[in-house]
């Protein structure tokens, strides 16, 4: 009987009547199995290889992707995209990569891979003519962010799948902003589909993790025979408590997405406030595609002063009840200066070209009382605009 994402996210993937009935999955915390003979197995024999812990949640991942296979998991969303590109690429191939994405991406591309002889090229996915132009025969693999971070850049994933179909790339799309709640790209068209689920899917800010899910039953095979050799599994703990996080992950983003809303109009209608990054803005450059493939906008936003990037670090050390941290996607929102953060690794020239100004700031919004929240950064714009026009002062009064 087909079920809804609601449904899946608390019961997939696991039968109590495996088991004892216990209704939450055991964790086998344990490295290795009993054999009845040489490799004569109950399905498992040494826990790098797999484990009936990350079992369940890779079942569960890609019931709620609607894939044919169910997702891999790995111990960090990096060991994930490093996964992705082993499997994948091989020297003299070619991976376009958008010119808005995490940091550790471009870090992981440009200085382990490049090495290895695979040739990476940035490009503004939202831009088709571009894509058009930079996937050409020689091209392998095509990693996309939409919405990117931390610009909330949106790309048109079917019309960028269909550009790669023609050239004989696959289309890999990191869906950890908006998860398959809000976003299906295997619907749409992609190949692939990578998280990190440290971020919403686990959503406590407990566990590092990562995810890949396919529907291609060989590239399934390739990556699954990378996840053993590398060693970069998911631990079993960290598994039992993302399944636990997941049981929520329909409620939480609608709360988050209901408080990113109001923080994004509330940061459009202040007077300081030189430009806001979200989706479910009507006046952002991406609302109309974001609306097209997408259900919701999640609890993901950057904006930029017009005072510039001192006002801006003011304000980051202002706030009291947002936390200035790296991560995202947890109930305890997060504000993040990406140049200097996120994305310091990523070389300036590139920052530049996808709008990781040093003034951006980014938002994780969580699942605080909205009234709180707009309390806490009335406050920290407040100070950090005393504190700009208390330094003005200064400087006349010394001219």
């Known amino acids: 009987m087909a079920r809804r994402f609601e449904t899946d996210a608390i019961r997939a993937g696991y039968d109590p009547e495996s088991t004892y009935g216990a209704l939450l ?12 003979g040489p490799n004569e197995t109950k399905g498992y024999s040494y826990s790098r290889s797999g484990n009936p812990t990350v079992t369940f949640l890779e079942k569960r991942l890609g019931a709620l992707e609607g894939a044919k296979q169910p997702a891999l998991c790995f111990a960090t969303g990096m060991a994930a995209l490093t996964c992705l590109g082993t499997a994948l690429l091989k020297q003299g191939e070619k991976v376009v990569i958008g010119d808005a994405v995490y940091g550790g ?25 571009a894509t058009k132009k930079a996937i050409t025969k020689g091209t392998r693999l095509v990693i996309l962010e939409t919405p990117a971070n931390p610009t909330l850049k949106v790309t048109d994933i079917r019309a960028v799948c269909d550009v790669a179909r023609a050239q004989g790339a696959l289309v890999a799309v990191d869906n950890t902003f908006l ?42 095979e390739r990556i699954k025979f990378d996840q053993n050799a590398l060693g970069i599994i998911l631990s079993p703990f960290e598994a039992w408590l993302t399944l636990q996080g997941l049981k929520t992950l329909p409620l939480r983003l609608e709360r988050h997405s209901k408080n990113a809303q109001a923080v ?36 993901m936003l950057s904006f930029e002063l017009k005072a510039g990037f001192e006002t801006a670090k003011r304000l980051m050390q202002s706030v009291r009840l947002v936390s200035l ?21 990523m070389p300036a020239d590139l920052r530049a070209k996808a709008g990781i100004t040093d003034g951006l700031v980014r938002i994780s919004v969580g699942l605080e009382h909205i009234d709180d929240l707009l309390a806490d950064l009335g406050q920290a714009f407040d100070a950090a ?3 700009a026009n208390n330094r003005r002062k200064a400087v006349a009064a010394t001219a």
């Open 105 to 129: 991406t471009v870090r992981l591309y440009n200085n382990t891979f490049e090495k290895f002889g695979v040739q990476v090229q940035y490009v503004d996915t939202s831009d088709l003519a």
């Open 385 to 387: 605009h005393a504190g």
């Open 264 to 299: 994004a109009e509330w940061l459009e209608r202040d007077p300081r406030v030189a430009r806001v990054n979200y989706p479910g803005l009507k006046r952002f450059a991406g609302h109309a595609a974001s609306v097209k493939q997408a259900t919701g906008h999640a609890g």
């Open 179 to 220: 998860t398959a709640y809000y976003q299906r790209p295997l619907a749409l068209g992609a190949d692939l589909v990578v998280y990190s689920t440290t971020k919403y899917i686990e959503g406590h800010n407990a566990t590092t993790g990562g995810a890949i899910v396919t529907n291609d039953a060989k590239l399934y």
């Open 25 to 36: 999955p055991p964790i086998y915390q344990t490295t290795t199995y009993l054999q009845a």
């Open 325 to 345: 941290a790296e991560n995202l996607g947890a109930v305890e929102s997060i504000i993040t200066h990406p140049a200097s953060m996120t994305h310091a690794s």
